[in-house]
């Protein structure tokens, strides 16, 4: 249409042109023959033999010369004289005869005004067709790149084709672009926002947060539980399970009014999964800090909702962390980092509720990264010692076997309490470490002492749940063995309640197995692990130790004797050893002897002692003692 247009323009031009020149032309032509009487094209004619042409019409051709018409022929009038007679020639003479010879220059002016333009245009036109041709070429590979199927469209003008092009491109790019971010920024099984977009997000609402003077908030979310249903159901399960809390929590952040989207993915940016069974909100912007409560709790209140998986019905729950913006930090990894203290303040609490971040619990993250590194250095530098603590027969005082703890004297702090650094040990997964190092010194020690007669003394080892998940602790105790010559029955391992609740059927077959080889395996602090009986009674278990808790109530609380008195005679059903810890006065050592408990341990027969003082103390004092009966004797301290 464009093009036809200029078509029609450019003739109307060239029209316009052509009359403006032919006018000149013809007045000038004129000029001449009225300067030149006796030119040869002048005729004589007789005004009764012409007839006048209107005046109008040759105005509108911007003539002012008067034409006549005569025989078939039109004469322009030079001039008329008294007779009656007129001097004119003919109009195609004057341009034939006239014009061409005497106004030769303006013809090749008229002549070259018509074919320069025309030659530029039609120059500049084969370039633009060219130039067009490797367009559209180079946007059909882009159409074939994008596997895009044009509409067919019945005019092939190159532009035309070109358009259509660049609008099916511009689509294509814009889905490109969407299905990229989507497979950059989210999260591959939930479909929620990842860590990195996350973050992204929460650096942009910061700033914008700084500029307003805004005040906002982040909750770091994590399942409690989620570990069993992954252990007990099958990782698939797991993600099933993720899954609808992914789902649970877009439905908190849309209830509340908290969402915000992002423009080419329409992926909610306030919501994401940080990896594991942990996912954050974030908070643009806090109204009152009851609004951030009455989300947490919502949201407490969504994961606590039975989840229906087939045919099983499954209970999980969730602890909370929340840091506000800018009161627990100032840009987006602190506030997540503090949000996550929070959080496992909330876990240490009791599980299934949220906790605001506060300076304390700050305080405390960073003692607890400082004495993870501080750790290190001590096991790269062997800091760590052993400390031994004989547990001997109730009816004689003969050992039966010493436990072995580990004591850390820091170079500036002095002694940390085991109390302290091992759960710190346990959560980084360090305790694997330094309990391959507990355990070859352990071993070597006892090594020492079996080889100078102390052969019906056992060694007692902790072991943690970590090392038991980690590792194939029969294949490492048989290796340590061999390498300081020490037989399995010179074993026993201690285990922690808590342990076998979550123990798989893998760590109960690796546990008899060592049993079977002659290793002895003891439950410690009985009775606060909350396991059923029945699990006791499948349990590859030798020795209970019962907590020093009900020791210390038991001369107190009449149904704490009672519960010590029914562990002693379940141990005696299932032919278990019955230890009682923590035994520090008389009265306590009567009470347990009276119950009929097996060994003790405690203060009141010894502290933990180095094993020069074991060597000095216990072996060598009692040498004739250890020749007959592989053992020697630990009597109560004097009270």
Known sequence: MLRTSKTILS?????????????????????????????????????????????????????????????????????????????AVKIKDIFTEVIMFSNIPLLLIVLLAFIVPYYINAKASRKINRSLRQVNEETEKLIDVFNIELAPIQLQDPIAKLNQALIEINKS????????????????????????????????????????????????????????????????????????????????????????????????????RLGGDEFSIFIENITSDEAIIEVATNILQEIERDFVLGNKVIKIGASIGIAVYPDSAANPNALLQMADVAMYRAKTDGRGIFRVYSPEMGSKIRRYHYLLEEMRLAIASQ?????????????????????????????????????????IAEESNLILELGNWILFEACRQMSAWYNAGMNKVRISINISGVQLKHLDLHQLLMDTLEKVDLPTTAILLEITESCFIDASEKVINNLQRLRDDGVLIAIDDFGTG????????????????????????????????????????????????????????????????????????????????????VGANVISKNLNQLAQTGTSVCLPSEQ
């Not at 009816?395 to 004591?407: K, Q």
């Open 383 to 423: 800091n760590f010692k052993l400390s031994f603590q004989p547990i001997v027969k109730v009816n004689d005082f003969s050992i039966d076997y010493f436990e072995c703890l580990i004591r850390w004297h820091h170079p500036v702090e002095g002694n940390i309490s085991p109390a302290e650094f091992i759960p």
């Open 530 to 613: 909350f396991s059923s009986l029945s699990t006791l009674a499948n349990l590859p278990v030798d020795v209970i130790k019962i907590d020093k808790l009900f020791i210390d109530q038991a001369n107190i609380n009449p149904k704490y004797q009672k519960i010590l008195n029914s562990i002693s005679d379940l141990g005696k059903q299932l032919d278990l050893k019955i230890v009682a810890e923590g035994v520090e006065t008389a009265s306590q050592f009567e009470l347990v002897k009276n119950l009929g408990i097996h060994c003790v341990q405690g203060y009141l027969i010894a502290r933990p002692e180095t094993s020069h003082h």
């Open 173 to 272: 790019v814009a889905e490109h672009l969407k299905s990229n971010e989507i497979s950059i920024f989210q999260d591959k099984l939930t479909g929620l926002a990842d860590r990195h977009a996350y973050l992204k997000h929460l650096q942009n609402e910061l700033d914008d947060a700084q500029k307003f003077n805004k005040r906002q908030a982040l909750l770091f979310i994590d399942l409690d539980g989620f570990k069993q249903v992954n252990d007990s159901f099958g990782h698939s399960f797991g993600d099933e399970v993720l899954i609808q809390v992914a789902q649970r929590l877009t439905t908190v952040v849309r209830n509340h009014g908290l969402s915000k989207t992002s423009n080419n993915a329409n992926l909610e940016l306030n919501l994401s």
């Open 11 to 87: 003739f109307l031009s060239a029209l316009a042109i052509m009359l403006f020149i032919s006018v000149v032309a013809f007045s000038q032509g004129m000029s001449v023959l009225q300067n030149q009487n006796f030119h040869p094209k002048i005729q004589q004619l007789n005004q009764n033999h012409v007839t006048d042409i209107d005046k109008k019409i040759t105005t509108l051709f911007f003539l002012d010369y008067e034409i006549v018409h005569n025989n078939n022929a039109y004469f322009a009038v030079i001039g008329r004289d008294d007779s009656g007679n007129i001097s």
